[in-house]
């Protein structure tokens, strides 16, 4: 498809820009044809709002749509980041800051995929450019015998509610997945007030209540900082919860949990760990509280040659190195008198999960300095009893459009400095896969939108009208941004977020 050419004149009249700071980027605007006058993006979580904010900037009378399948915005730093972080979560103020530009409107409780497609966006001329954010709204599987049976259960309790069946609150999906793997990515969701309906949630308490008074010890299978976070929650106390913005119920069941102990297992050692040392280095200081103890057997901890070689090219790693040694140390030091623990298990892959028994392969590490494997030694496997394993090695994106390409091996949409293809352009986690901080989504939305303006192109079936059209019929559904304020509001009046889709619509006065 080709962009319409636009007379200089009328480039500075639609871009508002001013002729006497014509400037390199200006030119290539004016050259490219591509004056843009409306872009949808979709998702918005800091890959949707960091793209907003530079399309605003760069194009000086676009539009942005930002479209959001839930009824609040923010994604993961809403709803990923953990609640004892506020200062991390506290960006959404800027984001919040951005949506009041007289040039951005938010629709959310749209979702691409079931509401609108790509095709309904650009063939039908709703907008010039789409920017898919939508992260990653999946997770990474362990392959471990055991594990299909959480996912088949799931899926029967998935269809169940399709089928309108009422739960059986009592001991219901408590019992359908109780001898299953849960994802890290269920429990941050359910933790930090992820909206559903209070059916689902009612289900999501019974779950976590039988999960967590089960048995005195969890496992986090995973080495990055998702898991970290899963294990200050599963051994904070509900004064610690109390203080952050978590529901209610939530602080309630966490408060009356039985564990005592969290072991975080990695197959591989602390060097290929993808903890940070801002993380790692937070667990030491509420260890030296005395919120909870850690451990970590000095066998596990100790490094191969390789291994060596690997953090002694690494700054970072080194510096590491020094919190490792801190927390091999801790056993002896006043932390230790805690009753509660966090494990590392270093060395040690899970191989199956059967009635509440999770098996543990010993590993060792074989191979060159930064191509080290994990194998297993072969030696007898350690069976843990516990009620719940979390499963945390990694988020993954999936393919929403059919008009639109996926990389099903690297769960991204695949692009050129993210130009997809011509109209569709792609941001965030979902263009470059689940890692980075928020930050990281800053930088990568400098360059999509940099890309932007070199390589985006009017749509020639491009109506002003047309986007509203396309929306109007949901109108009924939709969240704007007055309704996001209006649930802002109440949640800084009572202290803690919201999370039934029946409330939010209470409190922004939707009809049920
Ligand atoms: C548990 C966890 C904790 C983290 N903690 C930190 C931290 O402490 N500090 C830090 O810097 N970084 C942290 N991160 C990383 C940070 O959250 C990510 O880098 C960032 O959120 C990725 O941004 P994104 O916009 O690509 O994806 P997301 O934040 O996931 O946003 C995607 C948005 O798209 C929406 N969406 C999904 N599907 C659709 C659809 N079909 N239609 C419309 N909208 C859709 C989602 O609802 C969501 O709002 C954490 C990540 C996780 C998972």
């Keep these: 498809m080709f962009g319409e050419r636009l007379g200089l004149e009328d480039f500075f009249i639609l871009n508002g820009a001013c002729p006497f700071s014509f400037c390199y980027e200006c030119f290539l605007l004016y050259e490219c044809g591509m004056a843009l006058r409306r872009v949808c993006i979709v998702g918005s979580g800091p890959g949707g709002f960091y793209v907003a904010e530079n399309v605003l900037q760069k194009f000086p009378s676009c539009r942005v749509e930002m479209m959001e399948s839930l009824p609040v915005p923010f994604g993961l730093v809403r709803f990923g980041v953990a609640p004892d972080h506020p200062e991390v979560k506290a960006v959404s103020k800027v984001f919040s800051k951005l949506a009041q530009n007289d040039r951005f409107r938010f629709w959310g409780n749209v979702t691409l995929g079931a509401d609108v497609s790509v095709k309904d966006l650009v063939r039908n001329g709703a907008c010039d450019a789409v920017v898919l954010a939508y992260g990653a709204s999946e997770d990474r599987l362990l392959g471990i015998r055991g594990e299909e049976v959480c996912l088949e259960e799931q899926a029967a309790s998935q269809k169940k509610k399709k089928n309108n069946k009422k739960m059986d609150e009592r001991s ?242 695949p692009s050129d400095r993210g130009y997809v293809q011509d109209h569709v352009f792609v941001s965030g986690w979902l263009k470059r896969g689940p890692s980075g901080i928020i930050g990281t989504n800053k930088w990568d939305a400098d360059e999509t939108v940099q890309t932007m303006v070199e390589k985006a192109i009017q749509n020639s079936a491009y109506c002003p009208h047309r986007f509203d059209e396309l929306l109007a019929p949901l109108e009924g559904q939709i969240f704007r941004w007055s309704d996001v304020d209006r649930i802002l509001e109440w949640e800084a009046l009572q202290g803690y977020k919201i999370r039934s889709l029946e409330a939010m619509r209470k409190v922004t006065g939707k009809s049920e």
């Design 172 to 413: 219901g999906s408590a019992q359908d997945i109780s001898n299953s793997i849960v994802s890290a990515r269920d429990f941050v969701a359910w933790y930090n007030g992820h909206p559903r309906p209070q059916s689902e949630l009612d289900s999501l308490d019974a779950i976590f209540t039988a999960r967590l008074t089960g048995s005195e010890k969890a496992v986090v299978v995973g080495n990055g900082n998702v898991a970290l976070d899963c294990a200050r929650m599963l051994l904070a106390n509900s004064e610690y919860l109390g203080k952050y913005d978590c529901p209610p119920p939530v602080v309630d069941i966490l408060g009356r949990s039985t564990i005592q102990e969290v072991a975080i297992v990695g197959r591989r050692g602390p060097i290929q760990s993808s903890f940070t040392n801002k993380e790692l280095r937070e667990m030491l200081d509420l260890a030296k509280s005395g919120a909870f103890a850690l451990h970590v057997a000095p066998e596990e901890l100790a490094l191969n040659d390789a291994s060596t070689a690997e953090k002694d090219a690494d700054r970072p790693k080194k510096r590491q190195w020094d919190l490792w040694t801190q927390i091999g140390q801790q056993a002896s030091s006043a932390a230790a008198g805690s009753k509660k623990r966090c494990t590392f298990r270093f060395l040690t892959s899970p191989t199956s999960y059967q009635d509440g028994r999770l098996s543990l392969q010993p590993c060792v590490l074989k191979g060159e300095p930064n191509r080290q494997r994990s194998v297993p030694t072969g030696s007898e496997p350690e069976i843990v009893s516990s009620s719940l394993v979390l499963r945390s090695i990694g988020y993954a994106s999936k393919k929403l459009d059919a008009d639109v390409p996926f990389d099903a091996e690297r769960r991204i949409v």
